[in-house]
């Protein structure tokens, strides 16, 4: 079966800091790869999504993540961080052509300092 | 669009009352996912339709949990009955069929159960 794994459970850092989530996957056939971000108190957004073409892929308020296929993984960078973007931030996977169900990593929470 | 609708967004009640939450996906998504989330286990997909058909419930925790999606523009998740440890935030997410795999989340329904 697929997995996701997070390796950072909480990262703190203050504002203007560099951030970037690991996260890694199980399987070796096509994925489609997601980065979620869910605000405090609300739903699950979509940051950005990869399906084919260019590893690097930007996404929404600032935010880029990059395929490394030999690595299985898809980390999530900003090159500067706001207080507003303190949030849980989830890494998923589907399988491809043929995947519907969606496995989600365990969520990094991130704290940014004023 | 309104995006996903979920209600109630909070319930309190009390261990062996039924609870039933709902849902309305976007108008034209041909999916429907319910999933779980807790503290100790994370985003758990409970179960997903397509067309209004389940597809895979193998995540639904046991018997007292069932879900039905009688039209395109409904779903409900009914426990019944409720015990503690199904106080969680329940989600429910739909998606297009057309190959392309982002799936929308509501709001949620933070379920206590006392």
């Known amino acids: 079966a697929q997995s996701v794994s997070q390796h950072n459970h909480h990262v703190i850092l203050s504002e203007a800091a560099s951030l970037e989530l690991g996260c890694n996957y199980s399987?070796?056939?096509?994925?489609?790869l997601f980065w979620y971000v869910q605000y405090p108190g609300q739903h699950l957004q979509l940051l950005l999504k990869?399906?084919?073409?260019?590893?690097l892929v930007k996404g929404i308020k600032g935010f880029e993540a990059e395929f490394i296929k030999s690595k299985f993984s898809f980390n999530l960078r900003k090159p500067s961080v706001q207080w507003s973007d303190t949030a849980e931030y989830f890494c998923a996977v589907n399988l491809g052509a043929a995947g519907n169900k969606l496995t989600f990593g365990g969520g990094t929470r991130v704290l940014v300092k004023p | 669009d309104a995006g996903v609708i979920q209600s109630p967004r909070h319930e309190v009640t009390e261990m062996g009352q039924e609870v039933t939450l709902r849902c309305k996906p976007i108008?034209?998504?041909?999916?429907l996912f319910w999933y779980r989330q807790t503290m100790m286990r994370g985003l758990e997909l409970l179960i997903y339709?397509?067309?209004?058909?389940?597809?895979?419930d193998s995540g639904m925790p046991e018997d007292r949990f069932s879900a039905k999606m009688p039209n395109a523009s409904f779903s409900t998740l009914k426990i019944q009955p409720s015990e503690p440890r199904d106080s969680a935030v329940y989600f429910c997410?739909?998606?297009?069929?057309?190959?392309?795999?982002?799936?929308?989340f509501g709001p949620g329904t933070r379920l206590t159960v006392t």
């Open positions: 339709f397509n067309n209004n058909v389940p597809i895979d």
């Open positions: 108008s034209g998504h041909d999916y």
């Open positions: 399987y070796g056939g096509t994925v489609n």
């Open positions: 990869y399906f084919s073409g260019d590893p």
């Open positions: 997410a739909s998606r297009r069929g057309d190959g392309f795999y982002e799936q929308y």
